[in-house]
């Protein structure tokens, strides 16, 4: 026995470097931006959003160098895989984070906000979502959940002398904590029937057992109810409108996108790899909970005036669009890997999109020092390029071509017909009806930029800073490039896989 406690002392396990490096430079780069914060003065606090956007984007330098290695790398006994699916969900969360960067440059220099404490929390999330896209275990799934969660709480609340930033926060952290909670529970009703926290070895024991366990089901229910709470899904959404609009607007942006997909990663890997034999369960739960999202998602985005709390319910209209293929990927290996491309390439695609919608938002808001749909009033009088930016990113998210959105609705089309049973047919049907839906507040937007008067008399034109300006521009070419070559995109996707999938 202490020969083999001996033995079990001394191993240590391979660690892959270059497999780890952008974890790596995501580190380095925190720590840099804490010492820059802590020996300078107030004069050069303003270096702290460079060095936190060129970290970024040397970290995406060796997921480029993995991707064309394109072997798979496996660590930690299995609970950590780099592999073609996440690299390219952690390149999402790396140009999405520098985008936000971006957004965040002039917003936090222009206000009361510790610039330096700022960096350091979004960087800390941003590290917690890479490490969700390599995560094949419950225990490194929940910390890196708990890396990017914990620092979203504050910066939520991060206009400490505003209401509604405290009440912001505040709702997000109790309803955070209410959902990993029940995560949590769930995580270890998996444990106790499998013996094990890896996904691999789960999905093994829970194909195998009778289909009749109650207590498998209640752990399959309870765990896509804690993360239905982090993608906002209905009926777990009440938080979100209340906090994207009291947030910090290029928070709120990255409340939208990065974190959002985040959730999305952990669904994907539990639903292909540790439930993908159990369609029986999780497909009338998402079934359910992807008709509930985008129907109420949309109707009530066409009661709102602000155009912030517009994008919100926008928001959970699309993560109910994108959760219909998860509902049907359990029919065939086929459908399965037609679902997870489709869901994929609409992350990538509602990235660009939202990310390019919020920098028009925050740019405007400049101006008018107002986010409510009026004050977009006669837009395209004194800002015509920020109107045109604008009216492209509503119609990607709206699906009109030739805006990227409409292939990324294609593609959920697609792999929901090819299902070819009535869940499939059907979500295919609601989420048809709802983009119609949809376009009518996107459509409204339009018309006050382009038809109405300007709400003053002030028609001088909007100074747009270099930072708000190339956000702008690199989502715009994104959007517009994919939308019409969408092989562009395809040829990164197509390889995306997860090891649960069966033929």
Not at 211 to 238: C, N, R
Not at 340 to 355: D, E
Request: charged residues 10%; glycine residues 8%.
């Amino acid at each position: 026995m202490l020969a083999q406690l001996a033995t079990f002392a001394w191993e240590t396990p391979v660690v892959d470097l270059h497999a780890i490096a952008p974890e790596i430079i995501v580190v380095i780069t925190l720590c840099v931006v804490l010492l820059v914060d802590a020996f300078t003065g107030d004069d050069a606090r303003w270096t702290s959003s460079s060095i936190a956007g060129i970290g970024l984007l040397i970290a995406f330098i060796p997921i480029v160098t993995l991707a064309m290695d394109g072997s798979e790398r496996v660590m930690f006994g299995g609970a950590y895989v780099v592999d073609d699916f996440a690299l390219i969900l952690k390149s999402l969360f790396l140009l999405s984070a520098y985008v936000i960067v971006l957004l965040s440059t002039n917003y936090v220099a222009a206000g009361d906000y510790w610039e330096g404490e700022y960096y350091q929390l979004l960087l800390g999330s941003v590290l917690g979502m890479i490490v969700m896209a390599s995560a094949r275990d419950l225990v490194t799934m929940f910390v890196a959940l708990e890396m990017l969660s914990i620092p979203a709480y504050m910066l939520a609340s991060w206009r400490k002398r505003d209401a509604k930033s405290n009440e912001a926060g505040l709702k997000y952290y109790l309803m955070g904590v209410f959902a990993s909670a029940i995560l949590l529970y769930g995580m270890s009703l998996l444990y106790g029937l499998t013996g094990s926290t890896l996904l691999s070895a789960i999905g093994e024991v829970i194909n195998a057992s009778p289909t009749t366990q109650p207590i498998i089901t209640l752990a399959i229910v309870f765990v896509i109810i804690g993360f239905a709470f982090k993608v906002s899904a209905v009926p777990f959404h009440s938080w979100a409108p209340d906090t994207y609009e009291g947030s910090p607007t290029p928070i709120t942006s990255f409340f939208a996108v990065a974190t959002k997909a985040a959730g999305f990663v952990a669904l994907l890997q539990l639903v292909f790899i540790g439930f993908y034999g159990r369609e029986d369960v999780y497909g009338p739960v998402i079934w359910v909970l992807a008709v509930l999202t985008m129907t109420v998602g949309n109707l009530l985005a066409l009661r709102q005036t602000n155009v912030v709390r517009v994008l919100a319910y926008s928001g959970i209209a699309q993560a109910g669009y994108i959760l219909a293929p998860l509902a049907v990927a359990g029919v065939s290996g086929a459908v399965g890997v037609a679902s997870l491309q489709a869901i994929v390439i609409y992350l990538l695609i509602y990235a660009s999109m939202n990310l390019g919608a919020f920098a028009v938002v925050i740019t405007v808001a400049r101006k008018t020092r107002s986010a409510e749909i009026s004050s977009f009033g006669g837009l395209f009088s004194y800002a015509p390029g920020l109107t045109v930016a604008m009216t492209l990113f509503l119609l990607a998210l709206a699906g009109v071509p030739p805006a990227a959105g409409w292939f990324g609705k294609l593609e959920i089309f697609s792999s929901l017909v090819s299902a070819n049973n009535f869940a499939g047919y059907s979500l295919a049907l609601f989420v048809a009806v709802n983009s119609v839906i949809a376009f009518a507040y996107y459509g409204r937007l339009m018309r006050v930029m382009w038809m109405d008067e300007a709400p003053d008399s002030d028609r001088t034109p909007i100074k747009v800073p270099a930072s708000l300006g190339f956000a702008v521009v690199i989502s715009a070419v994104f959007t517009i490039a994919i939308g019409v070559f969408p092989a562009l995109l395809t040829r990164f996707t197509e390889s995306v896989t997860l090891l649960g999938l069966g033929g």
